[in-house]
């Protein structure tokens, strides 16, 4: 779109002129023409600019530019002309919203798909991210949690695909719906919490209920061979179900196990069960037989109850055989082991059977018995019988093992089956004799000393021949071996033990113990047994000792060893001849005092050398370079290696040795070069060592004479660096000391120290004479001046030194030549001695003087004068003058300026006035305001003389309110020029002028209150809506609901007119729908804006604004649950049918309608409707586990008006138990029932014919209610909405009614409603309430109103169809109102409108829930039904509105509690704030204390924020104790700006032991300051007033009638405050009993000092903050400061909030006040 503005000149220019237009946004908008030209022959035409508007696709609002101008051309006067660039304003075409498409199809459990769509309408100005949820996981999925659309970069409006995916929950559970919820977030305003649509999806069920038998695995045998089948379900049971088995015949074969149970819910219902089948042995060959398995389903699930299991045919196979049946014999051996086996017939025999059992080889093994009987008949066939078998040993010879057989033979019997039988079965005889050496363990070791051991050698059999034993020993070097041994054959030797000796042999080495052995071998035989047998395995082990051990053996040293050379010897040697070379390895630990030689020696293996002494010669060592070291003892230490295990590191000892020394320490210094000078010339000397130290050695150098000469450096010789014989230089420097004092004589002392050499260290100190010559002479140094001084107070400077230091005091005296232009400062300088350091500079300060005359520059000196009392050089000395030039400022100027702006609340702002200088006469200056609609000054002109010119004049300028919101205006305020006989000031012109803004107070805003919810039955929510300015001109404010589907505004604009009712709240009906779905509660929004006007463009530009509500879902899920049967009553006939009188509300002229009466009707048989169980919903699904639970009996919904039933009663439903959510619960079915006439489902009556009946008019006489006290309250519809007295309603005349005679027809039992009949609305007067005291709730008195004439009622359908006469209401009485307790300033009520009174409809017939409860009036509560407390609160309602506070001022917090006309909270009292979707939002969160009743919002947000909250907010209690409840709130806001909060309570809440009264001042303050009590991270303590601010939020906020924390006990008369931040700190005490009051110091529970009162009695409290006597709190006549044995020295307030004095138990004081801070 277009917009065009026009240009021309003013004036004919001199050339042609150009001007150049450019948009400063052109995202916003751009010019068509960039440049117009005028030329000098057509400069009056019009040239038109063309702006086109840029669509920018982002919901921005109205954005306001400028068309730039710039002048151009060779016309000198219009080139570069200033001209106003031109404002233009883009409207915004975009509106942000967010398109969500239809699901595409159904999803299945079989994981089928489906999808939507969701897209922007608009770019976002920030990433906006579409948040996506499934409210039941158990159905379905989504592909992404969330959906980002980017901003800027063109995603918007790129549709995005969600895909729904449906989740298998193995249930048979039917098509289920369930819902995508959509959420938007993103840092755009806009669209953060931008209403998104749900999306409704249906998971499409795919499971079936059944079992599946699985195939048999193989037939049973009569042998006990099995077979298997298994057994799963299709499906997840609601119920477990039981699968039975039985075998139709159980002689054949049986099936185990005999059920088997699949649970529900617990994942087994998929895991195959397998059954075993196992055959059953009749023992007789009766062939194969077929049986069957037969199956039977049961379960409480329904679908599973009796469903078809298929049987399983299974045929046992036959395993009976005629014969004996034997397990097999087992070997014997010759010890005589007995083994057995036993003996059975494989049937029953017909005969008795015999069975004779022998041995085939008696001298390997016999058996026993000798026959097996086994009867015919009666069940011993089977029975097995034990044959034992025994081996016979053959005598001590080897023969190894031997065969034998047990044969079986059946005789004696007529079982032809049996007769004649026989078995043979093999077995063997083990052998128990064997070939071998019996040897014995040695006696024990041998030794190399001769020692001798013995062991002995036997066989373990008779050999069949003679057998030789050899002994051979392993190692002959350890020990000798025995001779050999015989056994003879059969002559009874073979196990007759023989001895053999073996002795040890010594070989002169250090072994060890050395292990060897003696082997014994049988040989020499023809017994193949024996012949070869030993060896190593028979080997006897033994040990040899060792006798020998090894050794090192040293000589002590000769003698000493000395640095000149001298040497001494000593000689080394071994204990043992070592296996391998040993070396003895020789050295020094001092190799600088002596050294051996040679440095190893050598022993030989084997060689004889082992044991003859080898010298070691060693030689002492000198000093290099030469050290006085003393005598040193040094070691020469031995080592010992070898390949011998024995010598190689064993220890040798080492030899002591002490070398002697031969050297002597000193320090050699030179003279001094020269003299030294005072100018820092120098003088030298040297210093050397004589020998090395052990140590650095330091040669420290100082002069005796500090003042004269300098001395460096110290020196430092190094120990062992080659350094102690370098000759070091010490330079000596003169020292200037500022002084003629002459040549001066002083001396240098070089100490010697050595830390680690004391012969060094103990060395006397040398000292060098050296003269200082001096180089001084006395001076002043006067430096010149830094500038010029000014007449306005500058100043200059300049410095002044000496050039010597004097002995005594130098003063310089300092003195102007002109005081008139200029002054020194100071007037003296102090050098030396008693003065300032000599030798610094010190500053003149010359500044300039004002003589308020225009002389021009001066020219003055500064006279210096030095003298001194007693230093010769410098007394009288010549200092040089300092010459300055004085800078006149003087001239004239008018100087103004302006202090703040201007308000339109009538703040004033100066403008100040003065001169520059002194005039020569009187100076007039006038002062204008050029724009008197934004301000006004006090004065028209001001006078100056030239006595006063200096004070100036300030002239206040008030502020003029226009009310419009305008903006702040500048406007200007006139200076003329002075009118005067002066010449300089007369000449003055083009005074700069005043600008002064005057701040605008009007805001253009549009207030929108917070809503409750709406519900789908119909339930509705209420907002305001108003203006914050006059527009001046007619605003119109669309509404409109942004979700049709959940809720219905009841205006779609409102209209807002300027003058007189522009401010005035209009309020909008928010009605919810009912879409019969199961959605749950819904939020949607109610959009207020965008505003619309002809003339005022502010309104229009303001965003748009949302109020969120909440729909109540009505809806319950039905889908899959079964119904139960109708129920059938018998034919009713119902009475005549009765209207319903209709009552008007309380407090309100209303009409009560005299019941018609039709003729009674005869109902057809009414059916109840069916009862459904609801399915039970919540996150994992889970199945029943408890035992089932019997439901309350059901009863049919009611009968229709004009019918009397008893009604219904279904028998007993018996519902599943359910453990967790979501389940959806099996049908609870009602048995159906007939009986008495049932009050409930439709029924169909007769058509009556009602007898028209009229009624004649009445007039209902006035009505009038006494006064109400308090704040408002919302009581019954009708009543003048106060708490307190009754109100006084204005009679109400209500106007005949004639009803026309009606015929009823035939009627059909649908739901019925009653006619409702409606009350004429009355008009209460207007009532004005004064305050009342925090929680302290009144009861009104009932109202009566007069009789009004009511519309003719209509009975219900169903009945007679007839009308009634006109009814002559009865006067109807309102129910007493309790308010709600409130805090605040009196406020005039506007009249109270009543509403007119609705008849009660029929109830439907069979409601989905209960209908909500209605509330309660004010200050009525109802047994556990939640109600809100605040529905209707606003911003405005709080008393610090007026001081500046709105909807959008910053709280930090509020507190809330509960309690009864005692202040005592109860147990079953809850409160119970919104959830926590609410609340997260705005930023705040909720803590709720259950045992104090405290409930506690947190977050810094908007004070509108916090009302919506409250708003919400309901209170419960489960104690139906009749007594009233008290709630009270304090926000964080309502205090001050130290964000404290308050709390009032009743006196009788205390009742303190101890001593002390209920009600005292010292229990209240110890209440406050329990530590139990802190809230919100805040401390408590009795509440003070410090300030005015605190006082007036006690008084306007929490009232009068309080005890606070201040008290004059410690000194009568000064009154302190004792608690809070402004309290004493030592705290406060009443008694030795009383525990303390104060936070900081002493607490309840705390330990105290010692003494009678302990530390924290502090009675005097000097330190807590004062309280002027003359204070404008105190109440008149307060404090009167009396004493007396119950003087009154704590402070209260009075109903007013007023201060008063009160004893200690104050009856008059009945409650107090908390303060956390």
């Given at each position: 779109?277009?917009?065009?503005?026009?240009?021309?000149?003013?004036?004919e220019?001199?050339?042609?002129?150009?001007?150049?237009?450019?948009?400063n946004?052109?995202a916003?908008?751009?010019?068509?023409?960039?440049?117009?030209?005028?030329?000098?022959?057509a400069?009056s035409?019009?040239q038109?600019?063309?702006?086109?508007?840029v669509?920018?696709d982002?919901?921005?609002?109205?954005?306001?530019?400028?068309?730039?101008?710039?002048?151009?051309?060779?016309?000198?006067?219009?080139?570069?002309?200033?001209l106003?660039?031109v404002?233009?304003?883009?409207?915004?075409?975009?509106?942000?919203s967010?398109t969500?498409s239809?699901?595409?199809?159904?999803?299945?459990?079989?994981?089928?798909?489906?999808?939507?769509?969701?897209?922007?309408?608009?770019?976002?100005?920030?990433d906006?991210?579409?948040?996506?949820?499934?409210?039941?996981?158990?159905?379905g999925?989504?592909?992404?949690?969330?959906?980002?659309?980017?901003?800027?970069?063109?995603?918007?409006?790129?549709a995005q695909?969600?895909?729904?995916?449906?989740?298998?929950d193995?249930?048979?559970?039917?098509d289920?719906?369930?819902?995508?919820?959509?959420?938007?977030?993103?840092?755009?305003?806009?669209?953060?919490?931008?209403?998104?649509?749900?999306?409704a999806?249906?998971?499409?069920?795919?499971?079936v209920a059944?079992?599946?038998?699985?195939?048999?695995?193989?037939?049973?045998?009569?042998?006990g061979t099995?077979?298997?089948f298994?057994?799963?379900l299709?499906?997840?049971?609601y119920?477990?179900?039981?699968?039975?088995m039985?075998s139709s015949?159980?002689?054949e074969?049986t099936a185990?196990?005999?059920?088997?149970?699949?649970?529900?819910?617990?994942g087994?219902w998929?895991?195959?069960v397998?059954?075993?089948?196992?055959?059953?042995?009749?023992?007789?060959?009766?062939?194969?037989i077929a049986?069957t398995?037969?199956?039977?389903?049961?379960?409480?699930d329904?679908?599973y109850g009796g469903?078809?299991?298929a049987?399983?045919?299974?045929?046992?196979a036959?395993?009976?055989?005629?014969?004996?049946?034997?397990?097999?014999?087992?070997?014997?051996?010759?010890?005589?082991?007995?083994?057995?086996?036993?003996?059975?017939?494989?049937?029953?025999?017909?005969?008795v059977?015999t069975?004779?059992v022998?041995s085939?080889d008696?001298?390997?093994?016999t058996?026993?018995?000798a026959?097996?009987?086994?009867g015919?008949?009666?069940?011993?066939?089977?029975?097995?019988?034990?044959?034992?078998?025994?081996?016979?040993?053959d005598?001590?010879r080897?023969d190894?093992?031997?065969?034998?057989n047990?044969?079986?033979?059946?005789?004696?019997?007529?079982?032809n089956?049996?007769?004649?039988?026989?078995?043979?079965?093999a077995?063997?005889?083990?052998?128990?004799?064997?070939?071998g050496?019996?040897?014995?363990?040695?006696s024990?070791p041998?030794?190399?000393?001769?020692?001798?051991?013995?062991?002995?050698v036997?066989?373990?059999?008779?050999?069949?021949?003679t057998?030789v034993?050899?002994?051979?020993?392993?190692?002959?070097?350890?020990?000798?071996?025995?001779?050999?041994m015989t056994?003879?054959?059969?002559d009874?030797?073979?196990?007759v033990?023989?001895?053999a000796t073996?002795t040890?042999v010594?070989?002169?080495?250090?072994?060890?113990t050395i292990?060897?052995?003696?082997?014994?071998?049988?040989?020499?035989?023809?017994?193949?047994?024996?012949?070869?047998?030993?060896g190593?395995?028979n080997?006897?082990?033994l040990?040899?000792l060792?006798?020998?051990?090894?050794?090192?053996?040293?000589s002590?040293i000769?003698?000493?060893?000395g640095?000149?050379?001298?040497?001494?010897?000593?000689?080394?040697?071994?204990?043992?001849?070592p296996?391998q070379?040993?070396?003895?390895?020789l050295?020094?630990?001092?190799?600088?005092?002596g050294?051996?030689?040679p440095?190893?020696?050598?022993?030989?293996?084997?060689?004889?050398?082992w044991?003859?002494?080898?010298?070691?010669?060693?030689s002492?060592?000198?000093?290099?370079p030469?050290?006085?070291?003393?005598?040193?003892?040094?070691?020469?230490?031995?080592?010992?290696?070898?390949?011998d295990v024995?010598y190689?590191?064993?220890?040798?000892?080492?030899?002591?040795v002490?070398?002697d020394?031969?050297?002597?320490?000193?320090?050699?210094?030179?003279?001094?070069?020269?003299?030294?000078?005072e100018?820092?010339?120098?003088?030298?000397?040297?210093?050397?060592?004589?020998?090395?130290?052990?140590?650095d050695?330091?040669?420290g150098?100082a002069t005796l004479?500090?003042?004269?000469?300098?001395?460096?450096?110290?020196?430092?010789?190094?120990?062992?660096?080659?350094t102690?014989?370098s000759v070091?230089t010490v330079?000596?420097r003169?020292?200037?000391?500022?002084?003629?004092?002459?040549?001066?004589?002083?001396?240098?002392?070089a100490?010697?120290?050595?830390?680690?050499?004391?012969a060094y260290?103990t060395?006397?100190?040398?000292f060098?004479s050296?003269?200082?010559?001096?180089?001084?002479?006395?001076g002043?140094?006067?430096g010149?001046?830094s500038?010029?001084?000014?007449?306005?107070?500058?100043?200059?400077?300049f410095?002044?030194?000496?050039?010597?230091?004097?002995?005594?005091t130098?003063?310089?005296?300092?003195?102007?030549?002109?005081?008139?232009?200029?002054t020194?400062?100071?007037?003296?300088?102090?050098f030396?001695?008693g003065g300032?350091?000599?030798?610094?500079?010190?500053?003149?300060t010359?500044?300039?003087?004002?003589?308020?005359?225009i002389?021009?520059?001066?020219v003055y000196?500064?006279v210096?004068a030095?003298?001194?009392?007693?230093?010769?050089?410098y007394?009288?000395?010549?200092?040089a003058?300092?010459?300055?030039?004085?800078?006149?400022?003087?001239?004239?100027?008018?100087?103004?300026?302006?202090?703040?702006?201007?308000h339109?609340?009538g703040?004033?702002?100066?403008?100040?006035?003065k001169?520059?200088s002194?005039?020569?006469?009187?100076?007039t200056?006038?002062?204008t305001?050029?724009?008197?609609?934004?301000?006004?000054?006090?004065v028209?002109?001001?006078?100056?003389?030239?006595a006063s010119?200096?004070?100036?004049?300030?002239?206040a300028v008030?502020?003029?309110?226009?009310?419009?919101?305008?903006?702040?205006v500048a406007?200007?305020?006139?200076?003329?020029?002075?009118?005067?006989t002066?010449?300089?000031?007369?000449?003055?012109?083009?005074?700069?002028d005043?600008?002064?803004t005057n701040?605008?107070?009007?805001?253009?805003?549009?207030?929108?209150?917070a809503a409750?919810?709406?519900?789908?039955d119909?339930?509705?929510?209420?907002f305001?809506?108003?203006?914050?300015?006059?527009?001046?001109s007619?605003?119109?404010?669309?509404?409109?609901?942004?979700?049709?589907?959940?809720?219905?505004?009841?205006?779609?604009?409102?209209?807002?007119?300027?003058?007189?009712?522009?401010?005035?709240r209009?309020?909008?009906t928010?009605?919810?729908?009912?879409?019969?779905?199961?959605d749950?509660?819904v939020p949607?929004q109610?959009?207020?804006?965008?505003?619309?006007?002809?003339?005022?463009?502010a309104y229009?530009?303001?965003?748009?604004?949302?109020v969120?509500?909440?729909?109540?879902?009505?809806d319950?899920?039905?889908a899959n649950?079964p119904?139960?049967a109708?129920?059938?009553?018998?034919?009713?006939?119902?009475?005549?049918?009765?209207?319903v009188?209709?009552t008007?509300?309380?407090?309100?002229?209303?009409?009560?309608?005299?019941?018609?009466?039709?003729?009674?009707?005869?109902?057809?048989p009414?059916?109840?409707?069916?009862?459904?169980?609801?399915?039970?919903?919540?996150?994992?699904?889970?199945?029943?586990t408890?035992?089932?639970?019997?439901?309350?009996?059901?009863?049919?919904?009611?009968?229709?008006?004009?019918?009397?039933?008893?009604?219904?009663?279904?028998?007993?439903?018996?519902?599943?138990p359910?453990?967790?959510m979501?389940?959806?619960?099996?049908?609870a079915?009602?048995?159906?029932?007939?009986?008495a006439?049932?009050?409930g489902?439709?029924m169909?009556?007769?058509?009556?014919?009602?007898?028209?009946?009229?009624?004649a008019?009445?007039?209902g006489a006035p009505?009038?209610?006494?006064?109400t006290t308090?704040?408002?309250?919302?009581?019954?519809?009708?009543?003048?909405g106060?708490?307190?007295?009754?109100?006084?309603?204005?009679?109400?005349?209500?106007?005949?009614?004639t009803?026309a005679?009606?015929?009823?027809?035939?009627?059909?039992?649908?739901?019925t409603?009653?006619?409702?009949t409606?009350g004429k609305?009355?008009?209460g007067?207007?009532?004005t309430?004064?305050?009342?005291p925090?929680?302290?709730?009144?009861?009104?008195?009932?109202?009566?109103?007069?009789p009004?004439?009511g519309?003719?009622?209509?009975?219900?359908?169903?009945s007679?169809?007839?009308?009634?006469?006109?009814?002559?209401?009865?006067?109807?009485?309102?129910?007493?109102?309790?308010?709600?307790?409130?805090t605040g300033?009196?406020?005039t009520?506007?009249?109270?409108?009543?509403?007119?009174?609705?008849?009660?409809p029929a109830?439907?017939?069979?409601?989905?829930?209960?209908?909500?409860?209605?509330?309660p009036p004010p200050?009525?509560?109802?047994?556990?039904?939640?109600?809100?407390?605040?529905?209707?609160?606003h911003?405005n309602d709080?008393?610090?509105?007026?001081?500046?506070?709105?909807?959008?001022?910053?709280?930090?917090?509020?507190?809330?509690?509960?309690a009864?006309p005692?202040?005592v909270?109860?147990a079953?009292?809850v409160?119970?704030?919104?959830?926590?979707?609410?609340l997260a939002p705005?930023?705040?969160q909720?803590?709720?204390?259950a045992a104090?009743?405290?409930?506690?919002?947190?977050?810094?947000?908007?004070?509108?924020?916090?009302v919506?909250?409250?708003?919400?907010?309901?209170?419960?209690?489960?104690?139906?104790?009749?007594?009233?409840?008290?709630?009270?709130?304090?926000?964080?806001?309502?205090?001050?700006?130290?964000?404290?909060?308050?709390?009032?309570?009743?006196?009788?809440?205390?009742?303190?032991?101890?001593?002390?009264e209920?009600?005292?001042w010292?229990?209240?303050?110890?209440?406050?300051?329990?530590?139990a009590?802190?809230?919100?991270?805040l401390v408590?303590?009795?509440?003070?007033?410090p300030?005015a601010?605190?006082?007036?939020?006690?008084?306007?906020?929490?009232g009068g009638?309080l005890?606070?924390?201040?008290?004059?006990?410690?000194?009568?008369?000064?009154?302190?405050?004792?608690t809070?931040?402004?309290?004493?700190?030592?705290?406060y005490?009443?008694?030795?009993?009383?525990?303390?009051i104060?936070?900081?110091t002493?607490?309840l529970g705390?330990?105290?000092?010692?003494?009678?009162?302990?530390?924290?009695?502090?009675?005097?409290c000097?330190?807590g903050?004062?309280?002027p006597?003359?204070?404008?709190?105190?109440?008149a006549?307060?404090?009167?400061?009396?004493?007396?044995g119950?003087a009154q020295?704590?402070?209260?307030?009075?109903?007013?909030g007023?201060?008063?004095d009160?004893p200690?138990y104050?009856?008059?004081?009945g409650?107090?006040?908390?303060?956390?801070?």
């Amino acid at each position: 779109t277009q917009g065009k503005f026009t240009v021309v000149l003013d004036s004919e220019p001199t050339a042609h002129v150009t001007i150049t237009f450019a948009s400063n946004n052109t995202a916003e908008g751009t010019t068509a023409t960039s440049e117009v030209t005028f030329l000098k022959t057509a400069w009056s035409t019009l040239q038109t600019v063309t702006v086109t508007g840029v669509d920018d696709d982002v919901d921005d609002g109205d954005v306001t530019y400028l068309v730039e101008t710039t002048v151009g051309g060779w016309d000198s006067k219009y080139r570069d002309m200033a001209l106003a660039d031109v404002t233009v304003t883009n409207i915004d075409d975009d509106t942000a919203s967010v398109t969500v498409s239809s699901i595409s199809q159904n999803t299945d459990e079989s994981a089928a798909t489906a999808t939507f769509t969701v897209v922007l309408a608009t770019d976002p100005t920030s990433d906006v991210t579409i948040g996506t949820t499934v409210n039941n996981p158990a159905e379905g999925a989504v592909s992404t949690a969330a959906l980002t659309f980017g901003a800027g970069d063109g995603s918007w409006d790129d549709a995005q695909t969600v895909t729904v995916t449906g989740v298998d929950d193995n249930y048979v559970d039917g098509d289920v719906p369930f819902i995508v919820l959509t959420a938007a977030t993103s840092s755009d305003s806009i669209y953060d919490r931008i209403f998104v649509a749900n999306v409704a999806v249906t998971n499409e069920d795919n499971d079936v209920a059944g079992v599946t038998v699985g195939a048999l695995t193989q037939h049973t045998v009569e042998d006990g061979t099995t077979g298997k089948f298994t057994l799963v379900l299709t499906s997840d049971p609601y119920d477990p179900v039981t699968i039975a088995m039985a075998s139709s015949d159980a002689t054949e074969g049986t099936a185990t196990p005999a059920a088997v149970t699949f649970g529900s819910g617990d994942g087994t219902w998929n895991t195959a069960v397998t059954v075993t089948v196992t055959g059953v042995d009749d023992y007789r060959v009766d062939g194969d037989i077929a049986y069957t398995i037969v199956t039977a389903a049961t379960s409480d699930d329904a679908a599973y109850g009796g469903v078809a299991v298929a049987d399983v045919t299974v045929t046992n196979a036959d395993d009976d055989v005629s014969g004996v049946i034997r397990t097999n014999p087992l070997p014997t051996s010759e010890d005589g082991t007995v083994t057995t086996f036993t003996v059975h017939l494989g049937t029953d025999p017909w005969d008795v059977v015999t069975v004779a059992v022998t041995s085939s080889d008696t001298t390997e093994g016999t058996v026993s018995p000798a026959a097996l009987t086994f009867g015919s008949g009666d069940g011993t066939y089977s029975t097995p019988q034990t044959v034992s078998l025994t081996g016979i040993d053959d005598g001590a010879r080897v023969d190894g093992t031997q065969p034998w057989n047990v044969n079986l033979n059946v005789a004696s019997t007529t079982d032809n089956d049996y007769n004649g039988l026989s078995y043979t079965h093999a077995t063997t005889n083990a052998d128990n004799d064997a070939a071998g050496l019996a040897v014995s363990a040695a006696s024990g070791p041998t030794s190399e000393d001769g020692a001798s051991a013995t062991f002995s050698v036997a066989l373990t059999s008779d050999p069949w021949d003679t057998v030789v034993v050899t002994l051979t020993c392993s190692n002959l070097a350890e020990g000798t071996g025995p001779p050999a041994m015989t056994f003879g054959a059969g002559d009874g030797t073979w196990n007759v033990a023989q001895t053999a000796t073996v002795t040890g042999v010594d070989d002169l080495r250090v072994d060890g113990t050395i292990p060897y052995s003696v082997v014994p071998v049988a040989a020499s035989t023809s017994d193949a047994d024996y012949n070869g047998l030993g060896g190593a395995g028979n080997a006897v082990a033994l040990n040899n000792l060792d006798n020998d051990a090894p050794g090192v053996v040293v000589s002590a040293i000769s003698g000493r060893t000395g640095e000149d050379g001298t040497s001494a010897t000593f000689t080394v040697r071994l204990m043992s001849d070592p296996w391998q070379t040993v070396t003895i390895h020789l050295s020094s630990t001092n190799a600088g005092e002596g050294t051996p030689s040679p440095a190893s020696i050598e022993f030989g293996a084997g060689d004889g050398s082992w044991n003859v002494d080898q010298v070691v010669m060693v030689s002492g060592v000198d000093d290099s370079p030469p050290r006085g070291d003393g005598d040193v003892a040094y070691v020469i230490e031995t080592a010992c290696t070898s390949a011998d295990v024995h010598y190689n590191g064993r220890a040798v000892d080492d030899v002591n040795v002490t070398n002697d020394d031969n050297d002597t320490p000193g320090v050699v210094v030179s003279g001094a070069s020269g003299d030294t000078l005072e100018n820092g010339t120098a003088a030298t000397f040297t210093v050397t060592l004589t020998t090395d130290p052990f140590a650095d050695v330091t040669i420290g150098v100082a002069t005796l004479d500090a003042t004269e000469g300098t001395v460096s450096p110290s020196l430092t010789f190094g120990a062992g660096n080659g350094t102690w014989d370098s000759v070091l230089t010490v330079t000596v420097r003169g020292v200037d000391d500022w002084v003629v004092d002459g040549d001066v004589a002083y001396t240098v002392a070089a100490s010697v120290a050595s830390a680690g050499d004391a012969a060094y260290d103990t060395l006397a100190t040398a000292f060098v004479s050296v003269t200082n010559v001096d180089d001084d002479a006395p001076g002043v140094v006067v430096g010149p001046a830094s500038g010029p001084t000014k007449e306005d107070g500058s100043a200059a400077t300049f410095t002044v030194r000496l050039t010597s230091q004097p002995v005594d005091t130098v003063t310089i005296a300092l003195t102007s030549d002109d005081v008139g232009e200029g002054t020194p400062s100071p007037a003296a300088l102090l050098f030396g001695a008693g003065g300032g350091p000599w030798n610094v500079e010190q500053v003149v300060t010359v500044t300039g003087v004002d003589d308020f005359l225009i002389d021009l520059d001066q020219v003055y000196t500064v006279v210096t004068a030095a003298s001194s009392v007693s230093d010769p050089h410098y007394g009288g000395i010549a200092a040089a003058d300092v010459t300055v030039t004085n800078l006149d400022d003087d001239g004239a100027a008018v100087l103004v300026s302006v202090s703040g702006d201007t308000h339109e609340g009538g703040t004033a702002a100066n403008v100040t006035i003065k001169l520059s200088s002194a005039p020569t006469g009187d100076v007039t200056i006038g002062v204008t305001v050029l724009d008197g609609t934004e301000g006004a000054a006090d004065v028209s002109f001001v006078v100056f003389d030239a006595a006063s010119w200096q004070a100036g004049h300030t002239i206040a300028v008030t502020g003029v309110d226009d009310e419009v919101d305008d903006g702040d205006v500048a406007y200007v305020v006139a200076i003329g020029d002075p009118v005067t006989t002066d010449y300089w000031y007369g000449m003055v012109t083009g005074i700069a002028d005043a600008t002064i803004t005057n701040v605008d107070d009007d805001d253009t805003a549009i207030i929108v209150s917070a809503a409750l919810a709406t519900s789908e039955d119909g339930g509705t929510t209420t907002f305001t809506v108003r203006l914050a300015c006059d527009p001046g001109s007619a605003v119109t404010v669309d509404v409109y609901s942004e979700d049709v589907g959940e809720g219905a505004e009841s205006v779609s604009a409102l209209t807002f007119r300027p003058g007189a009712g522009w401010n005035q709240r209009q309020t909008v009906t928010v009605t919810g729908v009912d879409d019969v779905l199961l959605d749950g509660d819904v939020p949607y929004q109610v959009r207020v804006g965008p505003a619309s006007s002809v003339a005022n463009t502010a309104y229009p530009a303001l965003p748009v604004q949302y109020v969120g509500i909440t729909n109540l879902d009505n809806d319950g899920p039905m889908a899959n649950n079964p119904t139960a049967a109708p129920t059938t009553g018998a034919p009713t006939t119902g009475a005549p049918a009765t209207g319903v009188p209709t009552t008007g509300a309380p407090g309100v002229p209303g009409s009560t309608g005299a019941p018609s009466t039709g003729a009674p009707t005869t109902g057809a048989p009414t059916t109840g409707v069916p009862t459904t169980a609801l399915p039970q919903t919540a996150s994992p699904p889970s199945r029943p586990t408890a035992r089932p639970t019997t439901g309350a009996p059901t009863t049919g919904a009611p009968g229709v008006a004009g019918s009397t039933g008893a009604p219904t009663t279904g028998e007993p439903t018996t519902g599943k138990p359910i453990t967790a959510m979501p389940t959806t619960e099996a049908p609870a079915t009602a048995k159906p029932s007939t009986g008495a006439p049932s009050t409930g489902a439709p029924m169909t009556g007769a058509p009556t014919t009602g007898v028209p009946s009229t009624g004649a008019p009445t007039t209902g006489a006035p009505t009038t209610g006494a006064p109400t006290t308090g704040r408002p309250t919302t009581g019954e519809p009708g009543s003048a909405g106060s708490t307190g007295a009754p109100t006084t309603g204005a009679p109400a005349t209500g106007a005949p009614t004639t009803g026309a005679p009606s015929t009823g027809s035939p009627t059909t039992g649908a739901p019925t409603t009653g006619m409702p009949t409606t009350g004429k609305p009355t008009t209460g007067a207007p009532t004005t309430t004064a305050p009342v005291p925090t929680g302290t709730p009144t009861t009104g008195r009932p109202t009566t109103g007069a009789p009004t004439t009511g519309q003719p009622t209509t009975g219900q359908p169903g009945s007679a169809g007839s009308t009634g006469a006109p009814s002559t209401g009865a006067p109807t009485t309102g129910k007493p109102t309790t308010g709600v307790p409130t805090t605040g300033e009196p406020t005039t009520e506007a009249p109270a409108t009543g509403v007119p009174s609705t008849g009660t409809p029929a109830a439907p017939p069979t409601p989905t829930r209960a209908p909500a409860t209605p509330p309660p009036p004010p200050g009525v509560y109802l047994v556990n039904e939640p109600q809100v407390i605040w529905p209707d609160m606003h911003c405005n309602d709080f008393d610090y509105a007026a001081a500046g506070c709105s909807c959008q001022t910053q709280v930090t917090g509020a507190r809330f509690t509960v309690a009864g006309p005692d202040g005592v909270c109860r147990a079953g009292d809850v409160l119970t704030p919104p959830s926590a979707l609410l609340l997260a939002p705005l930023g705040l969160q909720a803590e709720y204390d259950a045992a104090a009743c405290v409930l506690r919002l947190t977050g810094r947000a908007a004070l509108g924020d916090y009302v919506t909250a409250v708003q919400r907010t309901s209170f419960t209690t489960g104690v139906a104790d009749g007594h009233a409840r008290h709630v009270t709130y304090t926000y964080g806001h309502a205090v001050d700006a130290r964000g404290h909060f308050y709390e009032a309570f009743s006196v009788d809440a205390l009742g303190e032991g101890g001593g002390l009264e209920s009600g005292s001042w010292d229990a209240a303050a110890r209440f406050c300051s329990d530590p139990a009590r802190d809230t919100l991270g805040l401390v408590g303590y009795l509440a003070a007033a410090p300030d005015a601010a605190a006082q007036r939020h006690l008084q306007t906020s929490v009232g009068g009638g309080l005890w606070l924390g201040a008290t004059d006990l410690g000194e009568e008369g000064t009154w302190r405050w004792v608690t809070g931040p402004a309290g004493c700190p030592d705290a406060y005490n009443t008694s030795a009993a009383a525990a303390p009051i104060h936070r900081a110091t002493c607490r309840l529970g705390e330990q105290r000092g010692t003494g009678a009162a302990g530390a924290c009695r502090g009675a005097d409290c000097n330190s807590g903050e004062y309280i002027p006597h003359g204070s404008p709190h105190w109440a008149a006549g307060s404090p009167d400061n009396g004493r007396g044995g119950n003087a009154q020295n704590f402070l209260a307030t009075d109903r007013t909030g007023q201060w008063v004095d009160e004893p200690r138990y104050g009856g008059g004081v009945g409650r107090f006040a908390c303060e956390w801070g």
